[in-house]
Structures are given as C-alpha cells and as structure tokens.
C-alpha cells in the first residue's frame, strides 16, 4: 500500500518545567524551562503516523513547515499547559497540484488546518482525480466540493460549527471523533475505554492515518473505526505530540 497526505505542516515544539512563584510585575507565573522535544506537526504527524504503522507514504506540504511553530509551555508534573505561542501559521496556497500522479496512491488524506494552504477548490481537484480521499478539515463543510470525498473527519467541536452547512448526502461520509467519548459514525456510536489522559494533541492525526490504513486493508468500516479508536486511546496516555507505535 501507498498513501498521500496533503496539507499544512508545522514544527510542534513543547517545553517542559515548572513554576514556583508569580511574577512581581503582573499577575503571571514564572516559567522555569527545564526540557525540550520537537517534531513535525498537523500534516508532518499524519505521515509519521502512517510510517509508524508500518506504510510507505509521501506527503505535499508547505516547504517552510519548520518556520511554521506551535510552542506549548508545559508543566513538567502536572502537565497543565500555561502558554502556547503560535508563530508563522499564515501558509501560502498550494500551486503545484496539477504535478501530482494520484494513480500511484491507494488511498488521499487531506490533512486540512484551514491556515491557506487549501482552498475548498483544491479539495475538490484531489477527490475528482482520485476515487479514495479521506478529509481531516478545519473549513465549513458545504456539498458542493466535498461531494466526491469517501470520508469526512471532523471532531464534535467542528461539528457543531458546521451541522448547519451539512446535507443528509454529506452525513453519510461523515466521521465525528468525540475525545474521550470515542466517535459517531452513521449515527452509531463507536466508545473508547476510559483512560488518564496527559495529551490530547495530535490524537485526531493518529486517528485519522490508523483508520486510512486498516480500511484500505480491510475495506471494513468497522474493523477501521475499532482500530483507529484503539490508537488514538494509546497516543492520549502520553506527553506531547507523538506517532501511535504498536507494541511487538
């Protein structure tokens, strides 16, 4: 198998540490850094994703992803988060779509942030020149570019922006990821087992790149959902942003 994401990347970076006193100039803590981890984010996690399960997967991205930052300051014991500082995330539109041969992929994942990089047309380009595309989307949905796409994923939050823009042709496409709660499909409801969890970053691209591979396996949404609900409920008992890796 062999799978394309398209979308924005980023460069996910948390620092660790705490903080014992408030600042004598403003009601604020004083951070205290004493770790740091980065690696690449939005799209760039889908794709680490995807190779962690064991596929070969290309990606088209934003060639400035490692200018594009997302700073999470966090507390080393607690793992409450105090600040997280965003910088360059105005990206650029795609212009080279009409390169790609979708024929050489079993399987599209749009990775979509909403930050410029795809507009609803360019959605639409991918999912009239391939017959399987997944959608991970931050945009209003509206039939009229997502009418050729496979499957929707948004989360609940997304879903109550959007509900009203959503025709009954959209909802049968239509995958809602509800957190700890599991995900809605087709009006099933699909749970997870409770966990602690310490991070819910990056849990969707986790979910997303679980479910692209186990259906184009298995051509079974079902089995696909149980799969991709087991990964994302292991990544979330973790810190930081990080691929699903199965143990041996």
């Known amino acids: 198998m062999k799978f394309l994401v398209i979308g924005e990347s980023c460069k996910d970076i948390f620092v660790y540490g705490d903080s014992n006193r408030l600042c004598p100039e403003a009601p604020a803590p004083v951070f205290n850094p004493r770790t740091y981890t980065e690696n690449g984010g939005m799209s ?38 105090f600040l997280r500082v965003d910088k360059n995330d105005k990206i650029k539109r795609v212009n080279d779509l009409k390169k790609i041969d979708f024929s050489k992929y079993d399987m599209v994942i749009i990775s979509d ?5 795809l507009h609803e047309e360019d959605i639409k380009y ?8 997944f959608l991970d989307t931050k945009k209003l949905l509206n039939e009229a570019w997502c009418v050729n796409l496979e499957f929707i994923k948004i989360n609940n939050y997304e879903y109550e922006k959007t509900k009203h823009t959503i025709t009954n042709r959209l ?3 239509l995958i809602i990821t509800m ?11 699909y749970p997870v087992p409770k966990v602690e969890i310490k991070d819910s970053s990056g849990a969707g691209d986790t979910f997303l790149s679980a479910f692209a591979i186990k ?10 959902i149980a799969y991709a609900n087991n990964c ?15 143990e041996r």
């Open 44 to 81: 760039m996690n889908v794709v680490g994703n995807m190779k962690s399960l064991g596929v070969e997967c290309d990606i088209h991205t934003n060639t400035n992803w490692e200018e594009v930052t997302k700073t999470r300051y966090v507390h080393q014991n607690h793992n409450y988060m």
């Open 113 to 117: 942030y909403n930050k410029g990089f």
């Open 126 to 133: 991918i999912s009239d020149n391939h017959s399987r595309v």
């Open 171 to 173: 909802k049968e496409k």
């Open 179 to 189: 957190g700890p709660e599991g995900c809605m499909f087709r009006g099933r409801k």
């Open 215 to 224: 259906f184009t396996e298995t051509d079974n949404v079902n089995t696909a």
């Open 232 to 246: 994302a409920t292991q990544v979330v008992q973790k810190r930081g942003v990080i691929a699903y890796k199965e």
